[in-house]
């Protein structure tokens, strides 16, 4: 027997763009950060390459003037506050989203693509835009305060905007229909047959949601989860925007680090965690549905 | 009231009572009214569009009838959701929860029944037995063939020991010889656990072979409802014969009519005497003669014409042959019962008889 020639596999070269789009947009950047993180900042904005932690341990740190370091929660506050509101609105997204999604997944064909429209029709207008106006309904005189007035149910009430409450309303707002959009595809794709062999095999509507709907349709909402989780954590403008500035999320607080405070190596340590945060949300994700599909090829 | 039925007499499982169904403006089922019996494999059978499955899922629940009324075994369901009624359903796409084990699925109903976790294993484990799947009760449905799953809807439909058993072409997805098979195990399931089986089905020969009686509906009203021998040999109207089996229909003229029997003259020019439905004197009808029932070469046949062989198509077991006679096209059905027996040539004349018994006179 004659052993077939080897021939390189040229093939491989074809993802050669693919591979060096990669490289130049997402590895360099990020090696870049990374070095940016571990620099001195300069004395006028800006970094020199001279290795230090010291942007790390400032996280978590106040240096005093004779070098001895000081606990300083004030920037893991603002990662607890992050962590904690792109949770709440997951869940909340989680919540609301379901119903509309399944209300949707109902309608007639046509009714149904104009609201599939109308749930993404937001993204059409500029995100600054519609964040916002947000200011204009809950600022001082806004909308909500003078029909709270009007109704006399309060006379004089705080400003209901700069703060976590605002925050929050603005990332719902801005992210839901990231969640509505793939629970919809996995209502969609629910065979109705199975729901009326539950209704026909003495299940009632609650039990027919909880061991059919809900299980067939979590593909839908673990990728909602992600999709509105992840941009969360790295919110800018509503925070900015929304908190007043004072209320902090890692989004905003990187960008005063680049911008305002010029401490770029402090920037690019909160920015690295805030990836590191990330990575750690998607792996255990990862984990976790390879772990149900292994069950599940295993049974 | 079922102990009006007395001793012997069959106690009805489902009694539909001017039952009709409109959707929108579109009248999918007229006002029909039968009863299915205890015990019984009753089928329901006709083209697509006939109005069977929205009857079908009226009795299970999934549609409400525009009017009329629904009993079973005696009680009216009018109203009651398909989690209160307790008949189940065979999907025809079989509907196995994806996410659940072949356990699972068949435990489904019982637990929501409320049944113990013990009941519900002991259960299970029979339901397994009887459609031969213990060895795959661990399994997901996709990892099972198409039989497979079908004795899985099966299995998980029968576990609640429902009134009756609805099932919506069921052996529409398999390959032709497990439909075969299948046929015959839903036959002995029925009859070993002696639930009332309600068989949707658009293949008339699974009707003819499965069902103690068939209720062949058309445009969405019954057109006959019967054993399969009296809907076969004693059809009711053109639809019927020409929907079940296959059939010669003949144009004829009404001489007499005398009771159950009627003389007509056909277009072939005999005149004969056979039974009838809805035939007039003086007026026109025509005749219906299965391909089976005409003799070739006319034996001695009282009845026999000349005719032309068309055509031929030799099926094995069977040959057709598309013969000219009278100035009509006769398509007859002969077994081939010898090895290399006698076989016939285009264009070659002969001689076709059959017996006015075989023959069904209908009213135009």
């Not at chain 1, 629910?190 to 027919?208: F, K, M, Q, V």
């Not at chain 2, 089922?29 to 109005?51: A, M, R, W």
Request: aromatic share 8%; glycine share 10%.
């Amino acid at each position: 027997m004659k052993a077939p020639t080897k021939t390189p596999d040229w093939n491989v070269l074809g993802l050669l763009p693919a591979h060096l789009i990669m490289l130049l947009t997402l590895i360099i950047p990020i090696g870049i950060i990374i070095v940016v993180s571990f620099s001195t900042r300069g004395p006028y904005g800006g970094f020199e390459y001279v290795f230090t932690t010291a942007p790390y341990k400032q996280l978590l740190f106040n240096e005093g003037w004779t070098g001895e370091l000081e606990f300083n929660p004030q920037y893991l506050i603002v990662v607890a506050r992050t962590l904690v509101l792109s949770a709440v609105t997951t869940s909340i997204c989680l919540l609301l989203s379901f119903p509309v999604a399944y209300f949707i997944a109902l309608q007639r064909p046509a009714i149904k693509v104009l609201l599939i429209y109308l749930v993404t029709l937001p993204f059409w207008v500029s995100m600054i835009v519609r964040v916002y106006s947000w200011i204009i309904i809950l600022g001082k005189d806004g909308v909500v305060e003078k029909t709270l007035r009007g109704l006399g149910l309060v006379d004089n009430m705080d400003s209901l905007l700069f703060g976590n409450t605002a925050m929050l309303l603005g990332l719902v707002y801005s992210y839901i229909p990231l969640m509505i959009l793939p629970i919809f595809a996995s209502i969609e794709k629910l065979d109705p047959a199975l729901i009326e062999a539950s209704h026909d095999l003495y299940g009632n509507r609650l039990t027919t949601l909880r061991r059919v709907i809900l299980p067939l349709t979590r593909p839908g909402m673990i990728a909602g989860a992600i999709l509105v989780f992840v941009p969360s954590l790295g919110a800018v403008l509503e925070p900015t925007l929304l908190g007043g500035g004072k209320t902090m999320m890692m989004g905003n607080l990187i960008q005063l680090q680049f911008g305002g405070a010029r401490n770029w190596p402090l920037g690019a340590a909160i920015a690295i965690v805030l990836m590191a945060a990330v990575m750690v949300f998607l792996i255990f994700q990862g984990l976790r549905s390879m772990r149900t599909e292994g069950l599940e090829r295993a049974a | 009231m079922n102990d009006e039925a007395g001793h012997g007499a069959p106690r009805k499982a489902v009694e539909i009572k001017g039952v009709s169904k409109v959707f929108g403006t579109y009248q999918a089922l007229k006002p029909v009214s039968f009863d299915i019996y205890d015990n019984e494999f009753f089928t329901l059978l006709g083209p697509s569009g006939c109005g069977k499955t929205t009857l079908l899922r009226m009795i299970a629940g999934f549609e409400q009838p525009t009017a009329g009324q629904i009993f079973l075994h005696g009680s009216d369901i009018q109203g009651l959701p398909p989690h209160r009624r307790r008949v189940n359903t065979v999907f025809q796409s079989y509907a196995l929860f994806p996410h659940m084990s072949v356990e699972q699925n068949i435990g489904f109903g019982l637990e929501n029944l409320g049944w113990s976790k013990d009941r519900r294993d002991t259960r299970v484990a029979d339901m397994l037995r009887l459609v031969h799947m213990e060895a795959f009760a661990g399994r997901k449905p996709q990892q099972l063939s198409g039989g497979q799953r079908q004795r899985v809807a099966l299995a998980r439909a029968l576990a609640p020991e429902p009134e009756v058993l609805l099932l919506d072409e069921p052996l529409s997805a398999l390959d032709l010889k497990l439909r075969q098979a299948m046929r015959d195990e839903l036959r002995i399931l029925q009859r070993k656990t002696g639930i009332t089986f309600v068989f949707v089905t658009h293949d008339q020969e699974e009707a003819l072979d499965m069902s103690d009686r068939i209720c062949v509906l058309g445009d969405g009203e019954i057109q006959q409802l019967g054993t399969p021998a009296a809907i076969y040999e004693e059809p009711s109207n053109r639809f019927v014969a020409d929907f079940i089996g296959e059939t010669n229909f003949l144009d004829a003229d009404v001489i007499t009519v005398d009771g159950e029997q009627a003389t007509v003259k056909t277009q072939l020019g005999m005149t004969l005497t056979a039974s009838h439905k809805k035939a007039v004197a003086g007026q026109k009808a025509f005749i219906s003669i299965r391909p089976e029932k005409i003799s070739l070469p006319a034996q001695d046949n009282p009845i026999a014409v000349d005719g032309t062989i068309m055509s031929t198509n030799y099926l094995g077991g069977y040959t057709y042959y598309l013969i000219e006679a009278g100035g009509t096209k006769l398509r007859i059905s002969k077994r081939n019962s010898v090895s290399r027996g006698q076989m016939f040539e285009i264009g070659q004349s002969v001689k076709v008889g059959f017996a006015a018994e075989s023959v069904r006179i209908l009213g135009a």
